[in-house]
T-cell receptor, first 112, second 115 residues
Framework: QQPVQSPQAVILREGEDAVINCSSS?????VHWYRQKHGEAPVFLMI?????EQKGHEKISASFNEKKQQSSLYLTASQLSYSGTYFC?????????????FGKGTHLIIQP | NAGVTQTPKFQVLKTGQSMTLQCAQD?????MSWYRQDPGMGLRLIHY???????DQGEVPNGYNVSRSTTEDFPLRLLSAAPSQTSVYFC??????????????FGSGTRLTVV
């Protein structure tokens, strides 16, 4: 069963903040976050492991609430380059060896 | 270091034809997987492999076969193409590492149209 992402789409002005949520009905081992620009391949952003800490990557960070099986991606002071579709991918076994189950994506549009 | 290479980039098939989508990676990654991406559906797992000689089904395996004879290559075969298989197909790979979990590197995709 696919994780549920929210919101489906968001439009921001450059410099504003955004939060993208990912919720699963299954017990998760890890949550991956990817960004995909139109016509391109998804690009790995970061991974959250159960029992792990919040991760950060420049102005993009994420958290994982094991009790709720929810992850959130935080984009602060958004830049035009952040535009794209964001996907969470969940793994129920270690390392995602048996592949990931992806949400349907969140479309992020950053306007100047 | 080319990463994950998929060929062809575009393909048009007639209903009932068969073909193989190629995927090769030069990063010595153990884990490989195939996804299809349809509008509004996200990426759905077709088949995956945890190493040479080991493959298994994902969420949407019907109509597809895979094999993994080497660490580098993971081809996806469409047995008898159907219009419902019109999609963008992505191959992805990830390293295995004790004590570490890594993200997947995706190929650039194959856009397949079945008429």
């Amino acid at each position: 069963q696919q994780p549920v992402q929210s919101p489906q789409a968001v439009i921001l002005r450059e410099g504003e903040d955004a939060v993208i949520n990912c919720s699963s009905s299954k017990a998760l081992y890890s949550v991956h976050w990817y960004r995909q620009k139109h016509g391109e391949a998804p690009v790995f952003l970061m991974i959250l492991l159960k029992g792990g800490e919040q991760k950060g990557h420049e102005k993009i960070s994420a958290s994982f609430n094991e009790k709720k099986q929810q992850s959130s991606l935080y984009l602060t002071a958004s830049q035009l380059s952040y535009s794209g579709t964001y996907f969470c991918g969940t793994a129920t076994s270690g390392g995602g060896a048996d592949g990931l189950t992806f949400g349907k994506g969140t479309h992020l549009i950053i306007q100047p | 270091n080319a990463g994950v290479t998929q060929t062809p980039k575009f393909q048009v098939l007639k209903t009932g034809q068969s073909m193989t989508l190629q995927c090769a990676q030069d990063m010595n990654h153990e884990y490989m997987s195939w996804y299809r991406q349809d509008p509004g559906m996200g990426l759905r797992l077709i088949h995956y492999s945890v190493g040479a000689g080991i493959t298994d089904q994902g969420e949407v395996p019907n109509g597809y076969n895979v094999s993994r004879s080497t660490t580098e290559d993971f081809p996806l075969r469409l047995l008898s193409a159907a219009p419902s298989q019109t999609s963008v197909y992505f191959c992805a790979s990830s390293p295995y590492g004790t004590g570490g979990v890594y993200g997947y590197t995706f190929g650039s995709g194959t856009r397949l149209t079945v008429v």
